[in-house]
T-cell receptor, first 113, second 116 residues
Framework: DAKTTQPPSMDCAEGRAANLPCNHS???????VYWYRQIHSQGPQYIIH???NNETNEMASLIITEDRKSSTLILPHATLRDTAVYYC??????????????FGKGTLLTVNP | GAVVSQHPSRVICKSGTSVKIECRSL??????MFWYRQFPKQSLMLMAT?????????EQGVEKDKFLINHASLTLSTLTVTSAHPEDSSFYIC????????????FGEGSRLTVL
């Protein structure tokens, strides 16, 4: 399975952009990059995913490098409610239309007032 | 976004008993659901993939006879922890995929199991 590497923790000031990096140097050409976050004792929340192109939605932006070996999740204006563990995941294809998501240790983002 | 609901959210049981956790996709049909387990301060660990109408696929090291999975309909999967022991105490989370090969995976709120 493709592995991801994330810093264990990061801090960000409220109102500033939070940039969360992720390395996935062994990613294959057809594997998607997903980002989820988990607030304490809750189920993970989907944020965004992408394959090659940069993606943006109402929550965040995902920047994927041209060689696809790394990506950055950007929260444009972090709020205290964005404090959570953020997981960068490479979707592993299992054949047909099946796939699985394997979670790593993630990055604990703490947004400070 | 799509909603996935789990029940119960918390359950306490005695050692040796069996506990059933339900996972429902409320506003979409899910041919595939996934069951994860999370111990304190650790990441989610995939236990098994639940496929509607067929047997579940278990990850290496997960006992299929202990963690029984039934995916009887397109909106419901159940996980039964049989003969539970204190070491089975954990946060169990299900997820369901909303259609298609690029469908997003939505997670339930989780079920916290405490075995006394």
């Amino acid at each position: 399975d493709a592995k991801t590497t994330q810093p264990p923790s990061m801090d960000c000031a409220e109102g500033r952009a939070a940039n969360l990096p992720c390395n996935h140097s062994t990613i294959s050409g057809n594997e998607y990059v997903y980002w989820y976050r988990q607030i304490h004792s809750q189920g993970p929340q989907y944020i965004i995913h992408g394959l090659k192109n940069n993606e943006t939605n109402e929550m965040a932006s995902l920047i994927i490098t041209e060689d696809r070996k790394s990506s950055t999740l950007i929260l444009p204006h972090a709020t205290l409610r964005d404090t959570a563990v953020y997981y960068c995941i490479v979707r592993v294809e299992r054949g047909g239309s099946n796939y699985k998501l394997t979670f790593g240790k993630g990055t604990l983002l703490t947004v400070n007032p | 976004g799509a909603v996935v609901s789990q029940h119960p959210s918390r359950v306490i049981c005695k050692s040796g008993t069996s506990v059933k956790i339900e996972c429902r996709s409320l506003d979409f049909q899910a041919t595939t659901m996934f069951w994860y387990r999370q111990f304190p301060k650790q990441s989610l660990m995939l236990m098994a993939t639940s496929n509607e109408g067929s047997k579940a696929t278990y990850e290496q090291g997960v006992e299929k006879d202990k963690f029984l999975i039934n995916h009887a309909s397109l909106t419901l999967s159940t996980l039964t922890v049989t003969s539970a022991h204190p070491e089975d105490s954990s946060f169990y989370i299900c997820s369901a995929r909303q259609g298609g090969s690029t469908g997003e995976l939505f997670f339930g709120e989780g079920s916290r199991l405490t075995v006394l």
